[in-house]
């Protein structure tokens, strides 16, 4: 936490309205998705930003000799910061300073799981997730009070296999547990 407080002093890594609710708002927030899927050892984190929830699941996986976390994050600075959470705390978290795109089309292995946590509606966070989901990855997905909304919208393009359950730190909060997803539609931009 110390490490994220001074570099939040040279760049906004999280809203600053967040800070004192750190613990609850950002680190067991994140946490949540580790029961979720227990026997996950190859996590991919779309739009890691501030390490939340990718970095803090490296960081609970810590003991697991197999485990490993892929965090891609495209802002060069934010990448640097990642690299320096991970190194500090010997996560075992690999960072890949790309678009996600780009990330998605190099990347040759499966995946557990792929996550992704304030980073797009649910139309184009599927979009984003897909070539991870299409090799067998679950997704979990930390959502707001809007996700009803997202979901009817994403029901548009996608038929999705999901499961939503309730978040243990916000009570308007989901995590969506995505299955399976397969292209019916194609997205607007």
């Not at 990448?79 to 089309?105: C, G, M, S, T, W």
């Not at 308007?172 to 299955?179: A, E, H, M, Y």
């Amino acid at each position: 936490m110390d490490l994220l407080l001074e570099w939040q002093g040279k760049m906004n890594l999280v809203a600053p309205s967040t800070l004192p609710h750190l613990w609850t708002r950002h680190i067991a927030d994140s946490l949540q998705l580790v029961p979720l899927a227990p026997s996950a050892r190859t996590w991919v984190d779309l739009g890691s930003g501030a390490g939340f929830p990718g970095l803090v699941i490296a960081c609970a996986l810590a003991e697991q000799s197999d485990a490993a976390v892929h965090l891609v994050e495209s802002t060069g600075k934010k990448a640097n910061f990642l690299r320096e959470a991970a190194r500090r705390v010997n996560a075992p978290a690999f960072v890949h300073a790309q678009r996600i795109d780009e990330f998605a089309k190099s990347w040759t292995r499966s995946a557990d799981v792929v996550t992704a946590r304030a980073l797009a509606p649910v139309t184009r966070l599927l979009e984003h997730a897909f070539p991870f989901l299409q090799r067998g990855a679950h997704g979990l997905f930390l959502k707001g009070q809007d996700v009803e909304a997202e979901l009817t919208d994403a029901a548009k393009y996608w038929r999705i296999e999901i499961q939503s359950v309730p978040s243990v730190t916000d009570s308007r909060g989901r995590v969506l547990i995505v299955r399976r997803a397969q292209r019916i539609g194609k997205a607007k931009p």
